[in-house]
C-alpha cells in the first residue's frame, strides 16, 4: 500500500538557521505531496502542496520540491523564525483515493 | 470562505460511557468530510470519510462510529469509552480525490 517515511523526529534550530525536512513516499500511482503545520493544541494547516505536474509549491517563505528519481519530497526554509516552532508533518494522496496518509511528524523548536 | 467548526473543545469522559463529537463545515456546498485522531504527540490516522449525506466509509476499527446527517455536519460517536480512545479528534473537509484536505481546530478527548 502507500506509505510515506519521516525520519528527523526533532530538529533544533538557532533563528536565521537554514531549514531542511525530508520525507520519502510509496505509491504506484501519481500522488499529491502535501506539507501540514500544527501549533500547539491547534489542527494542522495546510503549508504547501506540490503535485507531479508543478514540482514545487512555495508559501510564507517555505518552499517544497519533490524528487520523483528517489521518490523524496522535502521542505526547507532559508531562516527559520522563533514563531515557525511546531510540529511539521508531510503527506501524500494516492490518485484516485480519498485517504491522507501521513508522515509520522518533525517537532521543529527554534531558539531565539 | 469557509469555516470549521468542531465541539466540544475538550471532554473528560469515564470508561464506559458514551461520546458524541461534532463537526460542521460553513461556506461550501457538498464538501467531502474526514475524522481524524491523534495521539498525543502522535501522526494522524484517518477514521472515516464521506462523500455524501447519509454514506459514510470505515478506514480503520477503533470501536468508533461516525454519521452524516447533513451535508455540513458530521458526528462521531461511540456507546462506549475505552482508555484507547484519548486523545485529538479532527475533522476535515475536501473537495474530492486526489486533493488536499483542511482540518478543523479539534476536540481534546480525555477518557478515565
Known amino acids: 500500500g502507500d506509505s510515506v517515511t519521516q525520519k528527523q523526529g526533532q530538529v533544533t534550530l538557532s533563528e536565521d538557521d537554514f531549514l531542511f525536512i525530508n520525507c520519502t513516499y510509496s505509491t504506484t500511482t501519481y500522488p499529491t505531496l502535501l506539507w501540514y503545520v500544527q501549533y500547539l493544541g491547534q489542527g494542522p494547516q495546510l503549508l504547501l502542496k506540490?503535485?507531479?505536474?508543478?514540482n514545487k509549491g512555495i508559501s510564507r517563505g517555505f518552499e517544497a520540491t519533490y524528487d520523483k528519481g528517489t521518490t523524496s519530497f522535502h521542505l526547507q526554509k532559508a531562516s527559520v523564525q522563533e514563531s515557525d516552532s511546531a510540529v511539521y508533518f508531510c503527506a501524500l494522496v494516492a490518485s484516485g483515493s480519498w485517504q491522507l496518509i501521513f508522515g509520522s511528524g518533525t517537532q521543529l523548536t527554534v531558539m531565539p | 470562505a469557509q469555516t470549521i467548526h468542531q465541539w466540544p473543545v475538550a471532554e473528560i469522559k469515564a470508561v464506559g460511557s458514551p461520546l458524541s463529537l461534532g463537526c460542521t463545515i460553513k461556506g461550501k456546498s457538498s464538501p467531502n468530510l474526514y475524522w481524524y485522531w491523534q495521539a498525543t504527540g502522535g501522526t494522524l490516522q484517518q477514521l472515516f470519510y464521506s462523500i455524501t449525506v447519509g454514506q459514510v466509509e470505515s478506514v480503520v476499527q477503533l470501536n468508533l462510529s461516525a454519521s452524516r446527517p447533513k451535508d455540513d455536519q458530521f458526528i462521531l460517536s461511540t456507546e462506549k469509552l475505552l482508555l484507547s480512545h484519548s486523545g485529538f479528534y479532527l475533522c476535515?473537509?475536501?473537495?474530492?480525490?486526489?486533493?488536499?484536505?483542511?482540518f478543523g481546530p479539534g476536540t481534546r478527548l480525555t477518557v478515565l
Open positions: 476535515a473537509w475536501g473537495t474530492g480525490d486526489y486533493a488536499e484536505q483542511f
Open positions: 506540490v503535485t507531479t505536474a508543478n
